[in-house]
């Protein structure tokens, strides 16, 4: 439906749909990302909330209905939503839990399958849980319209524009926590502004890139001194663990809190990559021609066309920073693991940990969860990744909710990456703030 200027309006469920008076809890992998997800479900008229932020309560309770078998992520995801379970007058008629799904190589196709029966066993059969599909591009939100699913990638977009600005200032604030603010001030006001969007898409689109501006001058007056240059970590590995920073220990903090500056894997990423595979099984069956096909590529067009529009403000700041397309990330993974003949995250980690080697990291860091089969694959493969980019320093880094030693292991680490950063074959590409201070290419000791 096309509104005009003058008679914008907010799309809303009608009071006869399913998930009306319901409430949707949504995981809290990502700061940011989820309460942007759930604005965009609000916007709908779906009452949305993100899952509690993870602590040890989730542990305990994830750990006491798995068996140990199940993967890192599982196990908090699983403990989160028992942790809403537990709060007093929940009603479970009322609540749907929200846990994508995929047909893929790895266990996160058992995640919902082992919600459900946890909730079955423990008499909540009655909670409903929407499990859109990997294969889908994430797009199969029950009946939602095409509407919603658009307006929910360019909320992940815009929160994953906000983390990479927190990740380039925060390193360099004079004002400790200055950064933090500045990301948590512009989550809130990118929410507001989605709830309140109409339902014309330019009209929305515009909305946002007010909110976006407004978020870049708030990173721009955080009080930061960009006068040393610190060395740059590529952070790739298993979507969940690299991005929840309780599961990972703050490995970003750890790292900056050591002296470096960290270049994450977004989001928008992984969404590409399920389009690219959806195209692909739609091939391989014999639908090159089908209504599915032109959707997909329809829906994952209109998703580039958003993320330029919604990144192109950030031209300037993000030089030499700037995202790879998911073809270039598999072209430059085919050397190591060729799309189509392997699947999953490890081939778009592949593709990733190249792009940053050649555009001037100096360093790679793997996040993954302990025995994730992604995180396996992808470290097996890391020394030939290292030996094709000038012996770049690549790390794996595990996790299972133990404690372990990390500062000592990323100080070890970051010495490795100085020591490379001297004779890199690829150089890198300072923003002009680096440029200002004229000193932007002298490693920090
Ligand atoms: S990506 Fe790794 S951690 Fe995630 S479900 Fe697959 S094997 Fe488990």
Sequence with gaps: M?????????RKIGADHPLAEKVMYVPAMAEGSVEAICAALRWIGVEAVPTPRSDDRSLELGGKYTSGDECFPAKVTLGDFLRIVEQPGFAPRRTIFLMGTTD?????GQYAACLKKVLRELGYADIQILSPKGEHGYSDFQDFDAAFVRTAWRALVSADIFRKL???TRPYET???AADRAFRHSV???????QGSCSDVSCQLAAMQRSLARARVRFLSVPAKFDHVRPLIGILGEIFCRLNNFSNQELVRRLEAHGAECWMTDIAEWIAYTNMEEVRNLRLAGRSYSWSMMKSKLRARIQRSDEYALRLLFEKDFYGYEEPSIDEVLELARPYLPFGGAEGEMVANLGRGAYLATHGVDGLVDISPFTCMNGVVSEAIYPKLSRDHGGIPIRSFYFDGQQSDLDRDIEIYLELARSYWASKRYKRHYPLRFLKHGNAVSPAS
């Design 2 to 10: 096309i509104l005009s200027k003058h008679h914008c309006s907010t």
């Design 104 to 108: 893929g190589p790895c266990r996160f």
């Design 166 to 168: 927190l990740l380039q």
């Design 175 to 177: 004002e400790v926590g």
């Design 188 to 194: 809130a006001d990118l929410c507001e502004t989605i």
